[in-house]
C-alpha cells in the first residue's frame, strides 16, 4: 500500500499536480493510477499485477478481500479503482463490491473466468463499473481509468452547480482537483476532511471530491451514525431531516442525508427481501429494463405524484412489484424502490438501477422538498414551483425518472422558471414529460404526469436543469436538485428565491454518495419527458437538461438553459430511460453541463439541438449525449428498449451510433461517457 | 547446436503446441509482458501457475473422495483452475476445467472422476511442454543467444 500512497511513481504526482492546475488532464495521466487489486488466484494476481504496471498504473495486490477491505479503510485515498475478482474464499466478491461502493465509493471492476448472464448482472446490480472476464488481457486493463474520470465527472457535475461556469469544468472534472479551492458546497465537510488527507497523495480523487463539490464521504462512523439515527426514528418515519437532527453532524446537509437514505433503503430492500428471483428479476427488470420498468413505475410514480395515484396506490403497485416476478411488478417494484429506498446501491446501480434511484431521488426531493411523502402532490410541485422556481431542482425532482417523473414534473415545473419552458424534466422512466417546471402548476403537472407515460409529454417546461441535475444524479435526487438549482440560470429561476428549494438550492449539498448516486441517475431525468418535450418544444424543453447538468450552466442562461437541460435533461434522460442510466446520466449530465454552462452556447446549441432534436425525438441530443456517455455504461446502455418509448429509444439508440460528439458545442469534453461500465 | 539453430528448434517447437491447442493467445501476452525489468516473468507465472494447481489437483482428488461429495467445493476448485489455466494460455487445461464444471451442477460423481482424471492428463501433458520449452529457451541463453520473441503469424 505504502507504494500506493506514497505514489512514488512521478507521473502520480506529475498527474496530479497537472490536476491542480484545473486544466487538461496530464499527459502522464492515467499513468499512476493507484489500482487495487484482489484475487485469491495467485497465478491470475501475478500476471494482472504485471499488467497493470506494464499499463503504467501503481498497483497493490491483495490475496484476500479482507485485507484489501482493511487496506482501502486505512487509506482512503490511496486508491483510485479497485479490481476485484468474483469468487474467493473469504468474502464474496460482490459483498467487497458493495462494502468498496458504501465506504469508499470507489469505481470497482469485477472480473472473473465465469461469463454467465447472471453473473454479469449481478456485478451490474452491485454497482461494478466493469465486469471483466478472464483470461483479461492487458488491452482490456489500458482503459480502466476512464472509470476514475467518469466517477469524478459525475461528483464534478453535481459539484458545479454554483453556477460559474464551468469553463475549467471539463479539465476539473477531470482532475477533480482543480482549484476548486471554495469548497462551495458548504455541506461538503468531507471534503474538506478529504483535502487535507489528500495533500500528500495524489489527489486526484480527493481534490476531485473537494473541489468539485462538497461531497460527503459515508465514513463507517458516520454510516452508523446515519443508521442509529434511521432505527430509532423507524425505518418508515425516517425523514432526512429527523435523521440529520438526530445525528447532529455539523455540516452535514439534509440533502447530503437524503441521498444517502436513498442508497441505503435501496440498500436494504435488496437485503430483505426480495427472494432471489424476484431480486434476480427486479434487478433484471432494472438494469436491462432501466427504462421500461421506469415506465411502468414511472406511470405509477407520475400518477402518483400528481397526485393522481394516491401515494398508497403506488406503494401497494410497488410492494405488489416487490414481491412480484411478473415483470410489470418488477418495473415498478423498481421504480418504487427507488423512490422509497434509498439504498447505498444507489450509485452502484448504474445502470437500470439508476433511474430507479432517480425516482426514488425524486421521491425523495419532493419529500425534501416538501417534505412530505413520497407522492408528490402536484400541488407540492406547484408549491415548490412557486418557491424553487429558478430552481432546477424541482428538475431533480423530475429526474426521479420513472416514477418519479410524475412527480418531477411537477416539482420541476414547479422549479421550472417561471420561463415556462414546459420542459417537462420528468425522468425519462416514463416519459413523464417534465413538464413542470414552468409556472404551469399543477395542471400542468397533471398532464405531464399522465401523459409522460408515453413520454411525450407536450408541456414544454422550463425545467430548468437545476432542479434536474439531481435527476441524474440518480440517486441523490436530492442533491441534485441542490446543486441544479445553484445551477439555474438566473433568468431562469432564481434559485436562490427558491425557498422551498432550500434543500435545492443549497448546491453544494449534493456531495457525496449522492453525486456518486446520481451520476447515474442523474441521467434518469426523464429524458423522456424531455424528449417529448423537446420535441415539442424547443429550447424550452432544455431546462430539465440543464438541471442534469449539474454544471452550473444552468443558471447562467435560464433561457437557453431551459432549451440546453430540456435538450439535456432530454438526453439524460434518455439515456437513463434506456437504462443506461449509469452512462447515460453521465452523458446527460455532461450533455447538460454542456448546455447549461454555456449558457450563451445553449441557446445556439439548443436551437440546434432542440431543432435537430426535437426532429429526432429530442432523442438525438440525448443520443448524443449519450452516446457519449453511454459508452461508457456498458451493460447499461443497452436498456433503451424498455423504455417503454421504444420510438425514443429506438431512435437514442440509433443516435448513440451515430451520435458525434455534438457535444463540442457543449463543452464537456466528451469524456468519454462510458459509463459504466461498468 | 549452435545458437540459430536451437533458436529455430524453440520456434518450431512452440508454434506446434499453439497448433496442437496447449496454448493459445493468452500465452502471448505473458511472454509480451516479459522484459528487462523481468526476464524470467513467464518462467515464474507458470511455475506458480504449477504449484497452484497441483495443489488443486489434490484438493478436488480428495474432495471427490469422500462419501458425499460437496459439488460446491469442487466447483469452486474447478472454477479456480479453469481461471488461472486460461490466465497462462494452457487451452486444453482449461478446456477439460469446462467440461468438468458442467459435470458438477449435474452432482454426477462418476463423470466428475473422470473428468478430474482427463484434466489431471492435459495439465501434465501442458507442464510437459512447458518444460521442455522453458529449457530450450535457458539453452539458447545458456549458449550466448537470445530467445527469439513468437509472432503469432499462423
Known amino acids: ?678 | 547446436m549452435e545458437v540459430g539453430q536451437m533458436q529455430r528448434r524453440l520456434m518450431d517447437y512452440t508454434k506446434s503446441l499453439f497448433m496442437e491447442g496447449f496454448l493459445d493467445g493468452q500465452f502471448l501476452q505473458l511472454q509480451q509482458l516479459q522484459d528487462e525489468s523481468n526476464p524470467d516473468f513467464v518462467v515464474e507465472v507458470v511455475s506458480l501457475f504449477f504449484d497452484d494447481s497441483e495443489k488443486l489437483l489434490n484438493d478436488l482428488t480428495m474432495a471427490l473422495d469422500q462419501p458425499n461429495v460437496d459439488f460446491k467445493k469442487v466447483d469452486a476448485h474447478v472454477h479456480q483452475l479453469k481461471g488461472s489455466s486460461s490466465s497462462i494460455g494452457a487451452q486444453r487445461v482449461k478446456n477439460a476445467c469446462i467440461a468438468f464444471r458442467n459435470f458438477c451442477e449435474e452432482q454426477n460423481t462418476e463423470a466428475c472422476l473422470r473428468c478430474l482424471q482427463q484434466v489431471k492428463q492435459e495439465y501434465y501433458l501442458a507442464k510437459n511442454k512447458l518444460e521442455s520449452l522453458f529449457r530450450l529457451e535457458q539453452q539458447i541463453v545458456a549458449a550466448g543467444g537470445s530467445v527469439p520473441i513468437m509472432e503469432m503469424g499462423f
Open chain 1, 1 to 678: 500500500m505504502n507504494s500506493n500512497i506514497g505514489k512514488g511513481s512521478m507521473s502520480t504526482a506529475s498527474s496530479s499536480a497537472a490536476w491542480k492546475a484545473g486544466d487538461v488532464v496530464p499527459d502522464r495521466f492515467p499513468a499512476g493510477l493507484r489500482v487495487l487489486v484482489v484475487d485469491d488466484d495467485p497465478t491470475c494476481l501475478m500476471i494482472l499485477e504485471k499488467m497493470l504496471r506494464t499499463c503504467l498504473y501503481e498497483v497493490t495486490k491483495c490475496n484476500r478481500a479482507e485485507t484489501a477491505l482493511s487496506m482501502l479503510r486505512e487509506n482512503k485515498n490511496g486508491f483510485d479503482i479497485v479490481i476485484s475478482d468474483v469468487h474467493m474464499p473469504d468474502m464474496d466478491g460482490f459483498k467487497l463490491l458493495e462494502h468498496i461502493g458504501l465506504e469508499m465509493d470507489l469505481p470497482v471492476i469485477m472480473m472473473s473466468a465465469d461469463d454467465g448472464k447472471h453473473v454479469v448482472m449481478k456485478g451490474v446490480t452491485h454497482g461494478a463499473c466493469d465486469y471483466l472476464i478472464k483470461p483479461v488481457r492487458i488491452e482490456a486493463l489500458k482503459n480502466i481509468w476512464q472509470h476514475v474520470v467518469r466517477k469524478w465527472k459525475n461528483e464534478w457535475k453535481d459539484f458545479e452547480q454554483s453556477g460559474s461556469v464551468e469553463e475549467g469544468d471539463r479539465q476539473q472534472k477531470q482532475s477533480e482537483d482543480a482549484d476548486y479551492s471554495s469548497s462551495a458546497n458548504e455541506g461538503n465537510w468531507k471534503s474538506s476532511k478529504k483535502r487535507k488527507d489528500d495533500e500528500d497523495e495524489t489527489d486526484e480523487r480527493d481534490d476531485s471530491s473537494t473541489l468539485k463539490k462538497p461531497r460527503v464521504v459515508w465514513s463507517v462512523e458516520l454510516h452508523q451514525q446515519f443508521v442509529a439515527a434511521v432505527n430509532q426514528l423507524g425505518i418508515d418515519k425516517a425523514v432526512p431531516k429527523k435523521i440529520l437532527e438526530l445525528m447532529n453532524v455539523p455540516g452535514l446537509t439534509r440533502e447530503n442525508v437524503a441521498s444517502h437514505l436513498q442508497k441505503y433503503r435501496l440498500y436494504l430492500r435488496r437485503l430483505s427481501g426480495v427472494s432471489q428471483h424476484q431480486n434476480s428479476f427486479m434487478s433484471h427488470q432494472e438494469e436491462t429494463f432501466g427504462p421500461l420498468s421506469s415506465l411502468n413505475g414511472l406511470d405509477l410514480q407520475t400518477l402518483a405524484a400528481t397526485g393522481q395515484l394516491p401515494a398508497e396506490s403506488l406503494a401497494t403497485l410497488q410492494a405488489a412489484g416487490l414481491g412480484r416476478s411478473t415483470a410489470k411488478s418488477g418495473v415498478p417494484m423498481a421504480l418504487v424502490d427507488q423512490r422509497n429506498i434509498f439504498s447505498f446501491e444507489n450509485p452502484k446501480l448504474r445502470f437500470g438501477e439508476g433511474q430507479q434511484q432517480h425516482i426514488n431521488g425524486n421521491n425523495k426531493q419532493i419529500n425534501l422538498l416538501h417534505g412530505i411523502p413520497m407522492t408528490m402532490e402536484p400541488k407540492q410541485l406547484v408549491g415548490l414551483h412557486h418557491t424553487a422556481q429558478s430552481i432546477g431542482n424541482v428538475n431533480m425532482q423530475v429526474t426521479s425518472h420513472g416514477a418519479q417523473s410524475g412527480q418531477n414534473n411537477s416539482l420541476l415545473m414547479q422549479m421550472g422558471q417561471p420561463q415556462s419552458r414546459g420542459h417537462i424534466l420528468n425522468d425519462a422512466t416514463v416519459g413523464h414529460a417534465p413538464r413542470l417546471l414552468s409556472s404551469m402548476g399543477q395542471p400542468i403537472l397533471s398532464n405531464g404526469i399522465a401523459a409522460n407515460v408515453s413520454t411525450r409529454n407536450r408541456i414544454p417546461e422550463n425545467i430548468r436543469a437545476p432542479g434536474y441535475n439531481p435527476v441524474s444524479q440518480a440517486s441523490s435526487m436530492l442533491n441534485f436538485p441542490m446543486n441544479h438549482a445553484s445551477e439555474l440560470p438566473g433568468n431562469i429561476l432564481p434559485l436562490g428565491s427558491t425557498p422551498g428549494m432550500s434543500s435545492l438550492t443549497s448546491k453544494g449539498t449534493f456531495q457525496e454518495d449522492v453525486n456518486s448516486e446520481i451520476k447515474g441517475s442523474g441521467g434518469f431525468m426523464p429524458s423522456y419527458d424531455i424528449f417529448n418535450d423537446l420535441n415539442q418544444h424547443k429550447p424550452q424543453s432544455w431546462e430539465l437538461q440543464n438541471v442534469s447538468m449539474t454544471s452550473d450552466a444552468s443558471q447562467r442562461s435560464n433561457s437557453l438553459q431551459g432549451n440546453l437541460d430540456l435538450t439535456q435533461s432530454v438526453l439524460v434522460q434518455q439515456g437513463i430511460s434506456s437504462g443506461q442510466m449509469n452512462g447515460q446520466n453521465r452523458s446527460a449530465a455532461v450533455v447538460s453541463k454542456a448546455m447549461c454552462s454555456a449558457g450563451d452556447f445553449s441557446e445556439q446549441r439548443n436551437a440546434q439541438n432542440v431543432n435537430q432534436h426535437f426532429n429526432t425525438l429530442l432523442v438525438d441530443n440525448t443520443i448524443r449525449v449519450k452516446s457519449e456517455i453511454v459508452a461508457d455504461v456498458s451493460p447499461a446502455n443497452l436498456f433503451p428498449d424498455h423504455f417503454g418509448q421504444e420510438d425514443l429509444m429506438s431512435a437514442l439508440l440509433k443516435q448513440q451510433e451515430g451520435i458525434a460528439p455534438a457535444e463540442n458545442e457543449f463543452d464537456f469534453d466528451g469524456y468519454s461517457m462510458d459509463n459504466i461500465p461498468e
